[in-house]
């Protein structure tokens, strides 16, 4: 099951009391005090681990505390710190407070780590307390408690190129024919209810990562079909590529369903409706979609100047596609370092 949000609570552990204790030796008189600090808590940790692609772990266990530090002990022994919690996240997660959703942490990178709640601090034993005046304290501290923390954790996919477009537009087929994803496929609309990821690799050995995006229907940003939930998906991706069903059994307008698409990303983030698309004709596989494709060319070049003719079933222009996808990105990422510097 695909799992992108996820609410739990954390605790980070207790630091451990300090001790209060004198020397009790034979042959040495007058024994000074002698107790030891406790151990600090543990931590909790959220690491990026890139071999994970869901949050189901963290939504089926919603408490996650950290050892408490142990007490100090005589002869001016420190307790044992409490072992350090960690929690295994997949990259793209955003950490945030779950009252204010403020964000805490975006975690994108493969062993990234982030200290969501450090461990309370060990309490002083008496041995701490000794001075000229005050030759046998008997005053320790105890450990400080830590709280309770709850937090709101969602996962947006890490995606070089997010596919959209209607339900039933050839997006699975799509995935499964360029890469080793295998999505569910079917000849009826939500066949896929979950995003799918796939990793393209071109014959120079390049690859990048293609994501799915399911659930873009009229409406989808005011939580219609799928909604939102996998829209937020696309916002991480540097390329879209718009697929429009071409086949002889869609009775729809292309260009109408290309409106559909671009008001909902427009509705749903500006940003996200202004990144760089590529324009796919899908499912022309037979005579009637080639001339139905035929029929709008000149359309769609005036809205986009990116456009490509494919069959996934035959693979028909698949490879020149992937090779304009690897083109747009490398350029794309030569932008954000350019920028970047």
Known sequence: MFIDEAIISIRAGNGGAGCCSFRREKYIPLGGPDGGDGGDGGDIIFEVDSQLSTLTDLKNNRLYKANCGSSGKGKTMTGKRGKHLVIKVPAGTLVKDR??????????????????????????????????????????????????????????????????????????????????????????????????????????????????????????????????????????????????????????????????????????????????????????DHTEAKEKFQEFELQLNEVNADVHVISSMTGEGLPKLLWRIKAMIDKLKAEESGSSN
Do not use: M, W
């Not at 307390?129 to 937090?151: H, Q, V, Y």
């Not at 996919?157 to 496929?185: C, E, M, Q, W, Y």
């Not at 427009?266 to 698309?277: A, D, I, M, T, V």
């Open 99 to 284: 009252d204010k959703l403020t964000l805490l942490a975006d975690l994108t990178e493969h062993k990234t780590q982030y200290v969501a709640a450090h461990g309370g601090k060990g309490g002083r034993g008496n041995a701490r307390f000794k001075s000229s005046r005050n030759r046998a304290p008997r005053k320790f501290d105890l450990g400080i408690e830590t709280d309770e923390k709850k937090l709101f954790l969602e996962l947006k996919l890490l995606a070089d190129v997010a596919v959209i477009g209607l339900p039933n537009a050839g997006k699975s087929t799509f995935i499964s024919k360029i890469s080793h994803a295998r999505p569910k496929i079917a000849d009826y609309p939500f066949t896929t209810l979950i995003p799918n990821l796939g990793v393209v690799q071109l014959d120079d050995f390049s690859t990048f990562v293609a994501a799915d995006i399911p659930g873009l229907v009229e409406g989808a940003h005011r939580g219609k079909g799928l909604g939102i939930r996998f829209l937020k998906h696309t916002e991480r991706s540097r390329l879209l590529v718009h697929l429009l069903d071409f086949s002889s059994g869609n009775i729809r307008d292309p260009l109408d369903d290309y409106r559909i698409v671009q008001n909902e990303l427009e509705c749903f983030s500006k940003r996200l409706y202004e990144r760089p698309q590529i324009l796919v004709a899908s499912k022309v």
